[in-house]
């Protein structure tokens, strides 16, 4: 319990359900090495938010991009929210998050100074020429 209760506070969020935070934590693979643990395993909620991320980034995209036809925001849509592209998302997110603390700033000015490069990046992949 201690541990999600410094999760909650390293990722400023606060659940009031911890069981929801927990599931979204246990994978199933878990509870198949320690079947004595009563969980729930994360695959509904994951269902659940790919759909979200699906619906967010093609939302974005349509607002962004109003000229590109619906193919070529399902191309664009299906490069950002694939698996290697959403790692290298987390893994920029870590270092800004760093580089924001260490000069004092907030996170959000660092983010959104990044949004571009980040999406920079996501049209590269898409074209096949990410500079990686």
Same mark, same amino acid.
Do not use: C
């Given at each position: 319990? +201690?541990?999600?209760?410094?999760?909650? %506070?390293r990722?400023? !969020?606060?659940f *009031?359900?911890?069981?929801?935070?927990?599931?979204a934590?246990?994978h199933r693979?878990y509870? =198949?090495? *320690?079947?004595? *643990?009563?969980? /729930?395993? =994360?695959?509904?909620?994951e269902?659940?938010?790919d759909a979200?991320?699906?619906?967010?980034?093609?939302?974005?995209?349509y607002? @962004?991009?109003? /000229?590109?036809?619906?193919? $070529?925001?399902? @191309?664009?849509? +299906?490069?950002?929210? @694939?698996? %290697?592209?959403?790692a290298s998302? &987390?893994?920029?997110? $870590? $270092? !800004?998050? &760093?580089?924001a603390?260490?000069?004092?700033?907030?996170l959000?000015?660092m983010?959104? &100074?990044?949004?571009?490069?980040?999406?920079?990046? +996501?049209? +590269?992949?898409?074209?096949?020429d &990410? $500079?990686?």
């Amino acid at each position: 319990m +201690a541990e999600l209760i410094k999760l909650q %506070e390293r990722l400023s !969020v606060q659940f *009031h359900d911890f069981s929801l935070l927990q599931r979204a934590l246990t994978h199933r693979s878990y509870l =198949n090495e *320690h079947p004595e *643990h009563s969980l /729930e395993d =994360n695959e509904r909620l994951e269902f659940l938010g790919d759909a979200v991320l699906d619906f967010v980034a093609g939302a974005w995209l349509y607002d @962004r991009f109003p /000229e590109m036809d619906e193919g $070529r925001l399902t @191309r664009l849509r +299906a490069g950002l929210v @694939r698996t %290697e592209t959403l790692a290298s998302f &987390a893994r920029r997110f $870590r $270092r !800004v998050e &760093a580089e924001a603390q260490a000069q004092g700033r907030k996170l959000s000015d660092m983010v959104l &100074a990044e949004m571009d490069e980040l999406w920079e990046q +996501a049209k +590269a992949e898409e074209r096949g020429d &990410a $500079r990686g």
